[in-house]
């Protein structure tokens, strides 16, 4: 088995395809359309016709941040459950299943403690 | 066989260096922007060029790991800190970073390090096309099994080591944010 260098050909077209459509579109729209001068209300942002009501740019929360950290962590944790679980019938069972064992123990420690810590509860409870 | 090794290895070579430079090319354009999100977004291009090189070596496991979790998730990590900062154009231009040549020596030893390692190293291929190179290491018959045997027969500490350190980056990325809890 294993994958082909050849298969992935496909992956080069599409990724092909989409950047060339990307610049077409792109670019005919900038050959093509007409460039507005001097109207800075026609200029804004279109948001369903209303008003702007402030800057796309706004200060994001931490709690976003702190879940997309721990986020990465588990994420980094399953990838190396994707190999054992090709490679488990190739080593003694004992031995690979006590070794992801305790991985995951050490990991769902850290499970524990962020659930304790009430870290992903979004509101404050009264 | 031989052949059809040959006319592979081309396409191999060309895919080859089309990556590298696309992940040279990107890493500059990522250190020359001003905007911190045009910096990630150059960020992005330089992993998956080095996702694509990954799959002219035939490391596919390593190419699919590394779009999925660098390009990926580690992106929408750095875009958050970005978003978390909010730093204006302004803001930008007042940020003056102070130059601690100190500094600027121990990194460019570490960078020297690297690359005296990855030269010497691969010092047994020099003057061998891409072809040649795959074709001394071997065919890859299991891209997931080639990393999956040493990593859980030869390399049975590192592996557990990084169970303590992403308990240890848990903690800390909870310490940092939540102090008061």
Known sequence: MGAEFNDYLPVVLTVLLAGGLAVLLLGLSAVVGKKARGAPVRDTPYECGMPILSEAHTRFSVKFYLVAMLFILFDIEVVFLYPFAVVFDDLPASLIFVEMLVFLAILFAGWIFIVKKGVLRWQKEE | ?181
């Open chain 2, 1 to 181: 066989m031989e052949p059809i090794l040959a006319a592979a290895g081309a396409g191999h070579a060309v895919a080859f260096y089309a990556m590298a430079a696309l992940a040279v090319a990107s890493a500059v354009l990522m250190m020359t922007q001003r905007n911190p999100v045009a910096c990630v977004l150059w960020l992005v291009v330089c992993f998956v060029g080095l996702a694509g090189l990954f799959v002219t070596l035939e490391a596919y496991f390593l190419a699919v790991i590394q779009v999925l979790v660098y390009a990926g998730a580690i992106m929408v990590l750095f875009l958050f800190v970005i978003m978390l900062l909010n730093l204006r154009p302004e803001d930008l231009k007042a940020v003056a970073l102070p130059r601690i040549p100190l500094v600027g020596v121990v990194a460019a030893l570490l960078l020297l390090a690297a690359v005296v390692t990855v030269i010497s190293a691969s010092r047994p291929y020099f003057g061998m096309s891409v072809a040649g190179i795959l074709a001394e290491v071997g065919p890859t018959k299991d891209s997931v099994r080639d990393i999956g045997l040493p990593l859980f027969r030869d390399w049975l500490l590192p592996f557990e080591a990084t169970s303590i350190l992403l308990l240890a980056a848990i903690v800390g990325a909870v310490a940092l944010t939540k102090r008061k809890v």
